[in-house]
């Protein structure tokens, strides 16, 4: 006997939509009642949230347009404080470089009774002072102070820092600057306080003007005004340790930090008011404590509550009998055309949805047969276009290749890529980098490939070398492609060759340094034409026609040095003897009086075959320069570790501080403005890099560092 299934209780279109569009009235009521109470209390706690942020963006802004009328008055006692350092670092001077030897108190009675000079030695500590309270006082406390100390005892020159309270004795506001000893052992350091600082301070009340701030804020309970080093701004106290460790953690994270205090209704912000200036050493930042009151807010969010339930209850039953009247005039179509869809979304284009007797379901008939005849027509023009774009980028001027991030193998290589690295695409696409390239050279593309990720790109230019042509340079960008889920799948990488542009731009270069130096000689030349002209002696006119000959030589001489570097080319680096280039180039000076002398062993250096021009700038620079002090230009060397340091030294008037850095910058100088740029460039091809370090006024000192493999000893043969 088969035991039947019990029936199955089959219920109406109408009764299930019925009943469907009750329960989506219920949760629409529902869910628009929920939104619009979290809408308004959203809505009412943002604008709270925009008055906290206008209150304390106005507080920011107070205390930075006080911070700006300080720097104004601050900036002009820097000359002032700049006069007495000097009057200190005489003393310091006559004591011999001992602080203790120095006469403090002489000094600090010249400068006036407002004037404290202290003495920093290397370890941050105060040795020596007129101000006794701060005598032996240790900056290493303060570890960032302690760095921007460091950085002034290891420089040159004058340095002013900001007015700020003493964190010792009175608490006094004071205008502090530093200037480094000669011999770099020491900081001198003089403090400056008057009664029109603390006179501006009370014009510029912080605590009063940020009270005239949050009067107008009703949710502002209270306030406290810290500076950076955690004291309270109207009586320079410490707070409790708690409030110290929060003023301590904001001055270090350098943004504001929020508390909140749930059984009290209160939120207190830590409002962090970033002051500092990098190229001074005190931070003038400060920390404002602010405690907001929240009991108002969420008295009214209780009110609301009430309001949005009566009012959901009410929407939720006249949605109801709107639905049964609704419910009745949806009829039958749906089956049919439910079908029609299930059969087209399971890869059936060609199918059609069938014809209904609804003016609206005839509607939906026509837009889903469009929707899958533009879903055919779009299939195919993907098709078509991955193949167009596969074309356009194995055509471009550039290399284009790409790689898998899963298994690091290469998935498209271009056809300028095959011509720039040498590798066909066959050879590339399906291995990876250790496949293809040298352990050093999958170390420098891993490198790479994690600064794209990290930066999402990585731009660098490279040098490489290839079977068939010279050193090249290839200007590499590689960027991370992401899938929709912002998950890394793909490294891109482009190059493109610039060995040309950069030729190019050294030989420009090279040619406009030229012509400058021929177009001096032939001033020169019509100089002494014309003054020759009003000579009426024999031997008068010879004179100025010897000195024609010698300008006219000289450029004979620049003519046959530019053919001969450009013969050279400027792509390979080369062994270069500096004993015959230095040689050469003496020859091919201008004539002068001037003392050329060689101290080096012979040494070859692998560097730019345009090598003879730096010598040669170097040289015509020192007797354009030198002034009429200038007799002597030498040329040493010594190791500094694994290192080669070459020293191109004269006794002429020096180079200035201030330029020592500028003099190779573009543009720079003098004439064409290129030339201790040019032996910038010209050394760093294999970097080899040129300092100046002479002293003014006793003449310019070129330092140039070569590094180990980049120079070599040459072994003389003995003579038989």
Same mark, same amino acid.
């Given at each position: 006997?088969?035991?039947?299934?019990? =029936?199955?209780?089959?219920?109406? $279109?109408?009764?299930?939509?019925?009943?469907?569009?009750?329960?989506?009235?219920?949760?629409?009521?529902?869910? $628009?009642?929920?939104?619009?109470?979290?809408?308004?209390?959203?809505?009412?706690?943002?604008?709270?949230?925009?008055?906290?942020?206008?209150?304390?963006?106005?507080?920011?802004?107070?205390?930075?347009?006080?911070?700006?009328?300080?720097?104004?008055?601050?900036?002009? &006692?820097?000359?002032?404080?700049?006069?007495?350092?000097?009057?200190?670092?005489?003393?310091?001077?006559? *004591?011999?470089?001992?602080?203790?030897?120095?006469?403090?108190?002489?000094?600090?009675?010249?400068?006036?009774?407002?004037?404290?000079?202290?003495?920093?030695?290397?370890?941050?500590?105060?040795?020596?002072?007129?101000?006794?309270?701060?005598?032996?006082?240790?900056?290493?406390?303060?570890?960032?102070?302690?760095?921007?100390?460091?950085?002034?005892?290891?420089?040159?020159?004058?340095?002013?820092?900001?007015?700020?309270?003493?964190?010792?004795?009175?608490?006094?506001?004071?205008?502090?600057?530093?200037?480094?000893?000669?011999?770099?052992?020491?900081?001198?350091?003089?403090?400056?306080?008057?009664?029109?600082?603390?006179?501006?301070?009370?014009? &510029?009340?912080?605590?009063?003007?940020?009270?005239?701030?949050?009067?107008?804020?009703?949710?502002?309970?209270?306030?406290?005004?810290?500076?950076?080093?955690?004291?309270?701004?109207?009586?320079?106290?410490?707070?409790?340790?708690?409030?110290?460790?929060?003023?301590?953690? #904001?001055?270090?994270?350098?943004?504001?930090?929020?508390?909140?205090?749930?059984?009290?209704?209160? !939120?207190?912000?830590?409002?962090?008011?970033?002051?500092?200036?990098?190229?001074?050493?005190?931070?003038?930042?400060?920390?404002?404590?602010?405690?907001?009151?929240?009991?108002?807010?969420?008295?009214?969010?209780?009110?609301?509550?009430?309001?949005?339930?009566?009012?959901?209850?009410?929407?939720?039953?006249?949605?109801? #009998?709107?639905?049964?009247?609704?419910?009745?005039?949806?009829?039958?179509?749906?089956?049919?055309?439910?079908?029609?869809?299930?059969?087209?979304?399971?890869?059936?284009?060609?199918?059609?949805?069938?014809?209904?007797?609804?003016?609206?379901?005839?509607?939906?008939?026509?837009?889903?047969?469009?929707?899958?005849?533009?879903?055919?027509?779009?299939?195919?023009? #993907?098709?078509?276009?991955?193949?167009?774009?596969?074309?356009?980028?194995?055509?471009? =001027?550039?290399?284009?290749?790409?790689?898998?991030?899963?298994?690091?193998?290469?998935?498209?290589?271009?056809? !300028?890529?095959?011509?720039?690295?040498?590798?066909?695409?066959?050879?590339?696409?399906?291995?990876?980098?250790?496949?293809?390239?040298?352990?050093?050279?999958?170390?420098?593309?891993?490198?790479?490939?994690?600064?794209?990720?990290?930066?999402? $790109?990585?731009?660098?230019?490279?040098?490489?070398?290839?079977?068939?042509?010279?050193?090249?340079?290839?200007?590499?960008?590689?960027?991370?492609?992401?899938?929709?889920?912002?998950?890394?799948?793909?490294?891109?990488?482009?190059?493109?060759?610039?060995?040309?542009?950069?030729?190019?731009?050294?030989?420009?270069?090279?040619?406009?340094?030229?012509?400058?130096?021929?177009?001096?000689?032939?001033?020169?030349?019509?100089?002494?034409?014309?003054?020759?002209?009003?000579?009426?002696?024999?031997?008068?006119?010879?004179?100025?026609?010897?000195?024609?000959?010698?300008?006219?030589?000289?450029?004979?001489?620049?003519?046959?040095?530019?053919? *001969?570097?450009?013969?050279?080319?400027?792509?390979?680096?080369?062994?270069?003897? #500096?004993?015959?280039?230095?040689?050469?180039?003496?020859?091919?000076?201008?004539?002068?009086?001037?003392?050329?002398?060689?101290?080096?062993?012979?040494?070859?250096?692998?560097?730019?075959?345009? &090598?003879?021009?730096?010598?040669?700038?170097?040289?015509?620079?020192?007797?354009?320069?030198?002034? =009429?002090?200038?007799?002597?230009?030498?040329?040493?060397?010594?190791?500094?570790?694994?290192?080669?340091?070459?020293?191109?030294?004269?006794?002429?008037?020096?180079?200035?501080?201030?330029?020592?850095?500028?003099?190779?910058?573009?543009?720079?100088?003098?004439?064409?403005?290129?030339?201790?740029?040019?032996?910038?460039?010209?050394?760093?091809?294999?970097?080899?890099?040129?300092?100046?370090?002479?002293?003014?006024?006793?003449?310019?000192?070129?330092?140039?560092?070569?590094?180990?493999?980049?120079?070599?000893?040459?072994?003389?043969?003995?003579?038989?």
């Amino acid at each position: 006997m088969t035991v039947k299934d019990p =029936p199955r209780k089959i219920r109406s $279109i109408s009764f299930t939509l019925l009943l469907s569009m009750i329960l989506l009235i219920i949760c629409i009521v529902g869910f $628009i009642s929920l939104n619009s109470y979290f809408y308004t209390k959203n809505n009412f706690e943002h604008e709270s949230s925009l008055l906290q942020v206008q209150t304390e963006q106005n507080i920011i802004e107070a205390m930075r347009l006080k911070e700006i009328t300080w720097n104004v008055y601050d900036e002009t &006692l820097n000359d002032q404080m700049k006069e007495g350092l000097v009057s200190v670092l005489l003393e310091y001077n006559r *004591s011999q470089g001992e602080p203790n030897e120095m006469d403090l108190a002489k000094v600090k009675n010249n400068l006036g009774e407002h004037y404290d000079i202290y003495v920093i030695n290397e370890s941050g500590v105060i040795v020596s002072t007129t101000y006794a309270q701060e005598l032996g006082t240790d900056f290493r406390q303060v570890p960032y102070f302690y760095d921007y100390l460091t950085k002034i005892r290891l420089s040159e020159g004058f340095f002013p820092d900001r007015i700020v309270r003493e964190r010792l004795g009175a608490g006094r506001l004071m205008k502090y600057a530093y200037m480094p000893t000669p011999d770099h052992r020491f900081i001198l350091e003089l403090g400056y306080s008057s009664t029109i600082l603390e006179e501006l301070n009370q014009k &510029l009340d912080d605590k009063e003007n940020i009270r005239r701030i949050v009067s107008v804020n009703p949710y502002v309970e209270d306030f406290t005004i810290f500076n950076s080093m955690g004291r309270r701004l109207d009586t320079n106290s410490l707070p409790d340790e708690t409030v110290l460790g929060y003023v301590a953690e #904001v001055m270090k994270n350098r943004a504001t930090l929020e508390l909140q205090d749930r059984d009290h209704q209160r !939120t207190t912000r830590y409002l962090m008011v970033d002051l500092k200036v990098d190229k001074y050493g005190s931070d003038p930042s400060r920390v404002v404590a602010i405690t907001y009151n929240l009991k108002l807010i969420h008295d009214a969010l209780n009110r609301l509550i009430l309001f949005h339930i009566v009012t959901g209850i009410a929407a939720i039953v006249l949605g109801c #009998v709107l639905a049964y009247e609704f419910s009745r005039r949806i009829t039958r179509p749906i089956k049919k055309i439910v079908g029609d869809v299930n059969t087209i979304a399971h890869g059936d284009l060609e199918h059609r949805i069938g014809t209904t007797q609804s003016s609206e379901f005839a509607i939906l008939e026509n837009s889903t047969n469009m929707m899958v005849d533009s879903l055919k027509l779009a299939l195919q023009q #993907v098709k078509e276009g991955d193949i167009l774009r596969k074309e356009i980028i194995d055509q471009l =001027p550039v290399a284009v290749f790409m790689k898998s991030v899963k298994d690091g193998k290469y998935l498209y290589w271009n056809k !300028t890529s095959e011509q720039i690295f040498e590798m066909k695409a066959s050879e590339v696409i399906g291995k990876t980098d250790r496949e293809l390239f040298s352990p050093e050279m999958v170390s420098v593309i891993d490198k790479e490939d994690k600064e794209a990720v990290l930066n999402q $790109i990585s731009i660098s230019n490279k040098k490489i070398s290839n079977k068939f042509q010279d050193q090249r340079i290839i200007h590499m960008i590689i960027v991370p492609i992401l899938s929709s889920e912002n998950i890394l799948q793909y490294i891109l990488g482009i190059g493109e060759d610039l060995t040309k542009e950069t030729n190019n731009l050294k030989m420009d270069l090279l040619f406009s340094i030229t012509r400058r130096d021929v177009l001096d000689q032939l001033s020169i030349i019509m100089n002494y034409l014309e003054r020759a002209q009003l000579r009426t002696t024999h031997e008068e006119m010879q004179m100025f026609f010897d000195k024609t000959i010698e300008s006219i030589v000289s450029i004979q001489k620049q003519m046959a040095f530019g053919k *001969s570097l450009q013969d050279l080319g400027t792509t390979s680096p080369k062994w270069q003897s #500096v004993s015959k280039i230095w040689n050469d180039v003496v020859r091919l000076l201008p004539a002068n009086t001037i003392e050329f002398s060689l101290e080096t062993a012979d040494i070859e250096l692998y560097a730019d075959p345009l &090598l003879p021009r730096v010598f040669y700038n170097l040289l015509i620079n020192a007797l354009h320069h030198g002034g =009429p002090q200038l007799t002597k230009v030498r040329l040493s060397a010594r190791l500094s570790g694994a290192s080669l340091i070459l020293i191109v030294e004269d006794n002429g008037t020096g180079i200035p501080f201030d330029k020592k850095t500028k003099i190779f910058e573009f543009g720079c100088g003098e004439g064409t403005g290129f030339g201790l740029f040019l032996i910038r460039e010209i050394l760093g091809n294999t970097g080899i890099t040129v300092t100046e370090t002479g002293e003014p006024g006793k003449g310019a000192n070129f330092e140039i560092l070569i590094p180990m493999g980049k120079f070599r000893f040459r072994e003389v043969t003995p003579e038989k």
